[in-house]
Structures are given as C-alpha cells and as structure tokens.
C-alpha cells in the first residue's frame, strides 16, 4: 500500500521563505537555504517550493534553485515561471525531480503533454489554485489574481488527459487561516480523477490531516502550522499513524 506524503511547501520571495494569507500579506520566515536544511532534517516526504516572483519577473532563479536542490534530501517540485519547455529544462537541471506548472496551463495546456512526453508524467504537477464565489469553485491563477472561468473538476480533468502525473489543489480561502481543508474541495476533485491529489491550504492541526485523506487526498502539503504553531512533521504523522493511516517513518 502506498503511504501518505506530508509534503512543506516553501514560497520564495528573493531568497526568503514567505507565509502568505489567502495569496496576500506576505510575511518573511526565514531563510530560503536554512528552512530547506531544517524540513529535510525533520522527516517530510517530499518537499514543494514554488518561486513567487518568477512569473511576474520572467525569469528562473537557477543558481537559488541548485543550492536550494543540495541541500534537499528528499523528491523535490519546483514551481514558478515555467511556461515552457526550457524553463522547465531549467528546473530540471537546477535539481528538481519534478516541475509545477499552474498559469502556463491555461494558456497552452499542451504544455503537460510536452513535459510529460519528454520527462515522464510522474515529473509534471498541475498547482491547481482555487477560490469560492457565491458557493461557487472557480479556477485561479498568477498567483490567485486572475479568474479562469472555469471548475476544479474540469481543469483537474483536461491537467489529467493532458500528461499531469499529479495535482496540488490549493484552496486560496483557506491558504494560511488554519481552520481546516476544504474537504467538499478535496472530495470533488479527488473524486473525478485517478490522479494523486495533494491537499493543501488550511491545516492548522493533526486531525485536518486526516480530515483531508479521508476525504480523498493522497498527501496533505502545509506551511503555516509549522511556522505559527510549531507543529512537528512527527507528531502529523504518529497522529495519522494513530488515526490508520499508513504513513512512513525511516
């Protein structure tokens, strides 16, 4: 049986590590380099860092990402700025086992298929950004500025014909409020593709781990209860452990 991932996720601003709150209110944690250092020392699965300002800025920090690769013991995303093959050629040789796309995607979601044709569907993530309106899901992207008109569901399905070997579905209302997943979220999407779906945005305590599996999810991806609450990647997954998920200890 495939265990549960906990998987940090790192949103780099410069060199640093920043928390937001719903997308906004960017707050500096730490050190890019010494937050990778302390989760690949503390047991996380795989790790998850997307560059926030590449995108707007068009260009790939490559010589941050290859430092931030040798220090990183574990599977290691890398998201931001890739809108093309060659950047995520970039991404690759800087280090990164896999590639996260999420802006690119509804532009040219031919994109997955190139990526996955060259590097394999395992090594392509479709970040899908999503907000609630008028108890309406509705697709997001550039870092949750610019409305996509369209479902979680329907772009989950076109990320997964595309080529996607996988799916971080962020919830934008929840992102760094640690009040819980979105579980109807998580649920709907999981539901309609055969994809791994990594929960994220909202955990703030043990259980919304396990709320966020039984829901669906095949990993649970968080930053703020780390960074606010102190939580150790540890205690979720003996908690988990404890609650019958299979997770790996060594």
């Not at 640093?16 to 730490?30: A, D, L, M, P, Y």
């Not at 329907?154 to 209302?173: F, H, P, Q, R, T």
Request: with cysteine; net charge negative; charged share 20%.
């Amino acid at each position: 049986m495939i265990k549960t991932r906990i998987i940090p996720i790192l949103l780099l601003k410069g060199s640093s590590v920043v928390k937001t709150v719903q997308f906004q209110e960017e707050r500096v944690v730490g050190d890019a380099i010494t937050n990778v250092k302390v989760f690949s020392n503390r047991m996380a699965d795989e790790m998850v860092i997307v560059d926030i300002e590449a995108t707007s800025k068009k260009r790939i920090n490559d010589q941050l990402m290859k430092r931030l690769a040798a220090q990183c013991v574990m599977p290691l995303s890398i998201g931001g700025g890739v809108h093309d093959i060659a950047s995520a050629d970039t991404l690759f040789k800087s280090g990164a086992d896999k590639v996260v796309v999420n802006s690119a995607f509804y532009l040219d979601p031919t994109l997955l298929s190139v990526l996955a044709q060259k590097y394999g569907s395992q090594s392509v993530v479709f970040s899908l950004d999503v907000k609630e309106s008028n108890g309406e899901y509705g697709c997001v992207s550039n870092s949750g500025c610019e409305d996509q008109y369209i479902s979680p569901v329907v772009a989950a399905k076109m990320a997964e014909d595309y080529g996607a070997g996988e799916i971080i579905l962020n919830s934008v209302d929840r992102d760094g409020v640690m009040q819980g997943y979105d579980t109807e979220l998580i649920n709907s999407v999981s539901c309609a593709v055969d994809l791994p779906v990594i929960a994220a945005g909202g955990c703030g305590c043990e259980a919304d781990c396990v709320e966020a599996i039984n829901a669906g999810a095949s990993a649970v991806a968080a930053g703020s209860i780390f960074y606010w609450i102190g939580e150790s990647i540890i205690s979720l997954k003996e908690y988990m452990n404890d609650n019958g998920i299979e997770v790996r200890f060594t």
